[in-house]
């Protein structure tokens, strides 16, 4: 029976930007992608998606991105390495304090945003993310796109990985993700966006933009929380998967 882990990016709340249905999520999805605060979220908020996650049995990821607030961490920046280890160290640091007084640990690692998709492809700021990893907890799991530079930056330094796909999100004939600057980046159909997902667990690939297919090797699948209409998306991707047998379990530890 094929496995896969559904993970969402929760605890981005703040009062003047609702972002996402935090609960609604954490009642569907295996794994939550908690924000520390750097692009989005406050300590209040977060705690309270990370006692959530707890109560739910979700596993707890670290979602860390780059010190861009404003733009809500999807702005790529031009950052040397000691800050950029250090600013990821900072965050991996405040969100495991967090996740151990809401009683849970944090198990993995997802960088956000912009960060994540500059790590995909430029190797020198993930080694840094790597780097920072390492230095805070060498057990993490590091979860990246599939096929992404990072994940091979993190294999040769002795971290655990695992590789993502998105529901939401269109890809590239190269398997990259599809800008959110370009029309039709961002996919808002629940049925067929759990069709895809389903067509990933049992072949493999994902249709790209241009008609063709993509060979992509995931053990977890991402519904951002912020996409309009993503509760609805998470259920039916999970509903969908079941039906076709495939069991949905977190890829890295539990919630506590």
Same mark, same amino acid.
């Given at each position: 029976?094929?496995?896969?882990?559904?993970?969402?990016?929760?605890?981005?709340?703040?009062?003047?930007?609702?972002?996402?249905?935090?609960?609604?999520?954490?009642?569907?999805?295996?794994?939550?992608?908690?924000?520390?605060?750097?692009?989005?979220?406050?300590?209040?908020?977060?705690?309270?998606?990370?006692?959530?996650?707890?109560?739910?049995?979700?596993?707890?990821?670290?979602?860390?991105?780059?010190?861009?607030?404003?733009?809500?961490?999807?702005?790529?920046?031009?950052?040397?390495?000691?800050?950029?280890?250090?600013?990821?160290?900072?965050?991996?640091?405040?969100?495991?304090?967090?996740?151990?007084?809401?009683?849970?640990?944090?198990?993995?690692?997802?960088?956000?945003?912009? =960060?994540?998709?500059?790590?995909?492809?430029?190797?020198?700021?993930?080694?840094?993310?790597?780097?920072?990893?390492?230095?805070?907890?060498?057990?993490?799991?590091? =979860?990246?796109?599939?096929?992404?530079?990072?994940?091979?930056?993190?294999?040769?330094?002795?971290?655990?990985?695992?590789?993502?796909?998105?529901?939401?999100?269109?890809?590239?004939?190269?398997?990259?993700?599809?800008?959110?600057?370009?029309?039709?980046?961002?996919?808002?159909?629940?049925?067929?966006?759990?069709?895809?997902?389903?067509?990933?667990?049992?072949?493999g690939v994902i249709r790209a933009v241009d008609g063709t297919?993509?060979?992509?090797?995931a053990q977890s699948i991402c519904v951002h929380g912020d996409?309009?209409?993503?509760?609805?998306?998470?259920?039916?991707t999970r509903r969908l998967l079941e039906q076709a047998g495939?069991?949905?379990?977190?890829?890295?530890?539990?919630?506590?």
């Amino acid at each position: 029976m094929p496995v896969i882990d559904l993970n969402s990016d929760l605890g981005e709340n703040v009062p003047d930007r609702i972002v996402s249905d935090d609960a609604s999520m954490l009642a569907i999805v295996t794994s939550a992608n908690v924000s520390c605060g750097f692009h989005a979220g406050s300590p209040e908020g977060i705690r309270e998606t990370l006692v959530a996650a707890v109560a739910h049995g979700v596993t707890i990821g670290a979602h860390p991105g780059y010190r861009d607030y404003e733009n809500f961490g999807r702005t790529a920046v031009d950052i040397d390495s000691a800050t950029l280890q250090a600013h990821v160290e900072y965050q991996l640091g405040a969100l495991d304090g967090l996740a151990r007084g809401a009683g849970g640990a944090v198990a993995y690692v997802k960088p956000h945003g912009a =960060l994540y998709n500059t790590i995909a492809r430029d190797e020198r700021q993930a080694k840094d993310v790597v780097a920072a990893i390492r230095a805070i907890d060498p057990d993490l799991v590091l =979860l990246g796109l599939a096929g992404g530079v990072v994940l091979e930056v993190a294999e040769r330094a002795g971290l655990r990985v695992a590789a993502e796909a998105f529901a939401d999100r269109a890809y590239q004939p190269d398997g990259q993700l599809v800008s959110r600057t370009q029309e039709g980046a961002v996919l808002h159909d629940p049925a067929a966006v759990a069709a895809r997902m389903v067509r990933l667990a049992e072949e493999g690939v994902i249709r790209a933009v241009d008609g063709t297919d993509v060979r992509v090797e995931a053990q977890s699948i991402c519904v951002h929380g912020d996409s309009p209409g993503s509760v609805a998306m998470a259920a039916e991707t999970r509903r969908l998967l079941e039906q076709a047998g495939v069991a949905i379990a977190p890829f890295a530890g539990s919630a506590s």
